[in-house]
């Protein structure tokens, strides 16, 4: 018998063990390591590991809007968790090996190292200036994931899930993937010529037989749909989950793991065997694992992993990824998150279309938190986008620049606060639903929603509808504009005492209205939520999602912020974007 792993739990050590008759070294069906929750790692409340990683991005070409984004929607996960009292981890990187880099560095006349180095480099000065987050960037020419990887590979190895084989089929050097013949079709070249093409990716295929390793992908299919269907939300949006188990309801063949060295130098060799190099899939996806520590002090961080993946590689990460843990012996993610793609203008970016966006050059335009509102916005997680700067435009001068920066800058200025204090609320003039006071229906009507989205924010961050978040957060912008509006505190007399703490009253509100979409506006526009947060005079201790209670002296409780002196007026919040005219708007 052979120890398997020692778990910490509240009481006691829990020891499983692996008999070595079970087939291929494997767990019995019932003590399966993703059935048995004992071995989810015991972490103590106050520590709360949460680990969001991207795609590690190939450097075959330049960053993109489609790049940009998934950083984003990571990031703002990360940021959320953080505000939340998580202790956060969040990982992007480029991965760097595989036939594609070795024919594009070949093409550029550079060293592939070199070449990745020059795009790695570009991955980061994009994120950089996105303000996107990261904690870890990975590299998969870097040593520690080398180690890694070939750590990774000797345990399926010695589990009895590789062997020596021949591989028969289609193959993109594009998409880096082995294809089913039903996921070939026939198409054209530029030249007119007959050629085949992935039915996904539209990528040019090639058929290729050579002897290489396979891995026993087959031996996982019923394991892989019971995980899926005893984790109904383990893949989201649900409409990729389902797609997943449309996939394996027919048998999944075994998958090649490996290319012959005289084919790709580019790459990991096979550990015990350098005529041989890791399959790229393979390698990449163990960067995750090399992040947190792999193979040791690695299981508090890899018990919290959450992917954010486009759909392009669901197939990747939904399959093989969780069958080669399987086989490892290591717990599953938590949970896939799966966007869909950006089309600019109806149209795939395509650098033949000209039409792929440059992320620095949108941020220069929209600045860094348009571009992040607008891709955070617009971006519906189960269905391609559209990309276009007009759109960009609308939305950021309506929600950002309209209805957000217009509410702080009227409730903030010195014609109705002239000593620029958080004003002091009255609960004479603002008094509980049904007594006498100055307030009106909808008034209570705002209120009520105000006070809910902080939860209905955390539900939608939650399920990565963060479209919806903001959505609600905007409803409720508008809402509050609407409050400020109805009851014009510009026509009230500051030195009538009763009109007074009238007015205080509708600023103090809506300075509260504003401090919540502040705090919660933070994992998406984090520079414009410090403009709105510090103008209103709170502290960074005073930003945390606990510091989300609203109105508390509507409550009869205390608000710390009353009478204290606002922030400095750092200007317009966000300064309306003009269309740039080009030369077929001037003729």
Not at 449 to 478: G, I
């Amino acid at each position: 018998m052979r120890y398997l792993c020692c778990i910490l739990t509240r009481a006691r050590p829990v020891i499983l063990r692996l008999s070595s008759h079970a087939p291929h070294g494997r767990l019995p069906r019932a003590y399966s390591l993703y059935h048995c929750q004992a071995l989810r790692c015991f972490c103590t409340e106050s520590s709360k590991p949460y680990y969001i990683t991207t795609p590690i991005f190939y450097v075959n070409a330049s960053p993109h809007i489609g790049h940009v984004y998934s950083a984003v929607t990571a990031d703002c996960l990360h940021r959320y968790k953080l505000l939340k009292g998580y202790s956060s981890r969040f990982a992007t990187g480029t991965d760097e090996h595989g036939l594609k880099i070795q024919q594009a560095a070949s093409s550029s006349g550079k060293d592939p190292l070199s070449f990745c180095t020059e795009v790695s480099e570009s991955f980061k000065h994009v994120f950089q200036r996105c303000s996107i987050s990261y904690t870890d960037y990975i590299r998969t020419t870097e040593r520690r994931h080398r180690l890694a990887v070939e750590h990774f590979w000797t345990v399926l190895h010695s589990k009895g899930f590789l062997y020596k084989g021949t591989y028969e089929g289609w193959y993109s050097t594009p998409d880096e993937s082995f294809l089913m013949p039903a996921q070939v079709t026939d198409s054209t070249d530029s030249e007119g010529r007959q050629i085949k093409v992935s039915t996904e990716s539209g990528h040019k295929v090639e058929w290729m037989k050579e002897d290489n390793y396979m891995f026993r992908l087959s031996d996982f299919r019923t394991e892989l749909l019971h995980w899926l269907r005893s984790n109904p939300k383990v893949i989201q949006p649900v409409k990729f989950h389902n797609l997943v188990l449309q996939w394996l309801e027919d048998d999944i063949p075994d998958l090649s793991v490996s290319r012959q060295k005289s084919r790709l130098q580019w790459g990991i060799p096979v550990p015990g065997d350098p005529e041989q190099t890791i399959y790229v899939w393979l390698d990449a996806l163990v960067n995750y694992l090399t992040v947190v520590g792999y193979p040791h002090n690695h299981s508090q961080w890899w018990t919290a992993v959450r992917h954010v993946v486009g759909k392009d590689i669901l197939k990747f990460h939904a399959i093989y990824w969780p069958a080669f843990l399987m086989a490892a012996g290591l717990p599953l993610p938590q949970t896939i998150y799966v966007h869909s793609h950006w089309t600019v203008e109806g149209k795939k970016m395509s650098k033949s279309l000209g039409n792929v966006i440059n992320p620095l050059d949108a941020a220069e335009k929209f600045t860094v938190d348009g571009l992040r509102y607008f891709l955070l916005r617009q971006g519906v997680p189960d269905s391609d986008c559209d990309y276009y700067d007009d759109k960009v435009i609308k939305m950021c001068n309506s929600e950002l620049a309209d209805a957000l920066g217009g509410l702080l800058n009227r409730c903030t200025a010195s014609s109705l606060n002239p000593t620029q204090v958080y004003p002091h609320f009255s609960n004479a003039c603002f008094p509980k639903e049904g007594l006498e006071g100055r307030s009106a229906s909808d008034d209570y009507k705002m209120l009520e929603a105000v006070s809910a989205l902080p939860d209905l924010v955390e539900q939608h961050f939650e399920n990565l509808h963060v479209y919806k978040a903001l959505e609600a957060v905007s409803a409720c912008v508008r809402l509050t504009n609407g409050f400020v509006q109805r009851h014009a505190p510009w026509k009230l007399d500051r030195k009538d005492p009763e009109e007074r703490r009238w007015l205080d009253s509708i600023l103090h509100v809506s300075l509260e209205c504003l401090r919540i979409y502040g705090i919660l506006l933070q994992p998406v526009v984090p520079g414009l939520a410090d403009k709105i947060l510090s103008r209103l005079g709170v502290t960074p201790e005073e930003r945390s999602w606990d510091s989300l209670k609203f109105l508390m002296r509507f409550e009869g409780g205390e608000c710390g912020l009353e009478g204290r002196a606002l922030g400095p007026d750092l200007g317009v919040l966000f300064s309306r974007l003009e269309r740039r005219r080009t030369s077929k708007d001037k003729s």
